[in-house]
């Protein structure tokens, strides 16, 4: 079964208004880390948090990490209609452990 | 600029034929990976490297192969072994360890003809 787990899995808004959205993982995790993907394209990384942080900023992304809930959240504030794509997280258990990717969240912007 | 390039973007196989995916960095990293993605599934891991000539594999490595002879590239074949090719294929890289972010190419779509 997948370490993490998004949710929800399609969120649709209009351009202006906050996105959120969630991931779960189950095991005790070294690092999480949040992707984009546009269509067709490749992934590409926008934030990685460690497991002794509660939360970490990058422009309009804002990043929370509650290890006690085995849970982590993306926030993009003030959305854009270049926003829409899909958003990963992907857990890393240990240093030397490989990535687990989950399935994914579409997240469309409105014009 | 620094990246990962991967070639061909599109790609069809033919029954009992095997196919070669390029990848190629420039971002001197030791780590490289291949993933696979179909729809709702998210990325299965292929097969990893840390070093030249040193290749493991991954969740999802029955009818792949990979090979390193170099730091730069990590080639994928799709054999015909692999029954259900049809993916679209990620090449990515890292430094090490490997819970480090990653650096994806833009992928290869691969169908069945």
């Known amino acids: 079964s997948q370490q993490g787990e998004e949710d929800p899995q399609a969120l649709s808004i209009q351009e202006g208004e906050n996105a959120t959205m969630n991931c779960s993982y189950k095991t005790s995790i070294n690092n999480l880390q949040w992707y984009r993907q546009n269509s067709g394209r490749g992934l590409v990384h926008l934030i990685l948090i460690r497991s002794n942080e509660r939360e970490k900023h990058s422009g309009r992304l804002r990043v929370t990490l509650d290890t006690s809930k085995k849970s982590s959240s993306l926030l993009i504030t003030a959305s854009r209609a270049a926003d829409t794509a899909s958003y990963f997280c992907a857990t890393g258990l240990s240093a030397n452990s490989k990535l687990t990717f989950g399935k994914g969240i579409t997240l469309s912007v409105r014009p | 600029d620094g990246g990962i390039t991967q070639s061909p973007k599109y790609l069809f196989r033919k029954e009992g034929q095997n196919v070669t995916l390029s990848c190629e960095q420039n971002?001197?990293?030791?780590?490289m990976y291949w993933y696979r993605q179909d729809p709702g599934q998210g990325l299965r891991l292929i097969y990893y490297s840390q070093i030249v000539n040193d290749f493991q594999k991954g969740d999802i490595a029955e009818g792949y192969s990979v090979s390193r002879e170099k730091k730069e590239s990590f080639p994928l074949t799709v054999t015909s072994a692999q029954k259900n090719p049809t993916a679209f294929y990620l090449c990515a890289s890292s430094i090490v360890p490997f819970n480090q972010p990653q650096h994806f190419g833009d992928g290869t779509r691969l169908s069945i003809l």
């Open positions: 971002l001197n990293h030791d780590a």
